[in-house]
Nanobody
């Protein structure tokens, strides 16, 4: 199975940018559809976006479209979430996840999860 570790979170002012990384080990990340989710205090885990195994297809939820970009480097076994024009409502713990389904937008479709990285956007 694959192990995932997120990094790159932190405190940023509204309008700023952050780049989250997800480093995989144990198995090649190229075997998995990779997703990003986030969870704010008191809220359910929310789908942010996903990228196909080859990286040829990406999808982002409406609230982050045009601001967040998902990419992957299978050779380096990493996945990235580039976030720009950040808003206070983007504040959450961000998780990367790996799944064997062709595609997935719900947590149930991802079997492997990182520990999460905190993103805090101040107004």
């Amino acid at each position: 199975q694959v192990q995932l570790v997120e990094s790159g979170g932190g405190l940023v002012q509204a309008g700023g940018s952050l780049r989250l990384s997800c480093a995989a080990s144990g198995r090649s990340v190229s075997m998995y559809t990779m997703g990003w989710f986030r969870q704010a205090p008191g809220k359910e885990r929310e789908f942010v976006g996903a990228i196909s195994r080859s990286g040829g297809n990406t999808y982002s939820t409406d609230s982050v479209k045009g601001r967040f970009t998902i990419s992957r480097d299978n050779a380096k076994n990493t996945v990235h979430l580039q976030m720009s024009s950040l808003k206070p409502e983007d504040t959450a713990v961000y998780y990367c996840a790996a799944g064997t389904a062709i595609w997935g937008a719900t947590p149930l479709e991802y079997a492997f999860w990182g520990q999460g990285t905190q993103v805090t956007v101040s107004s």
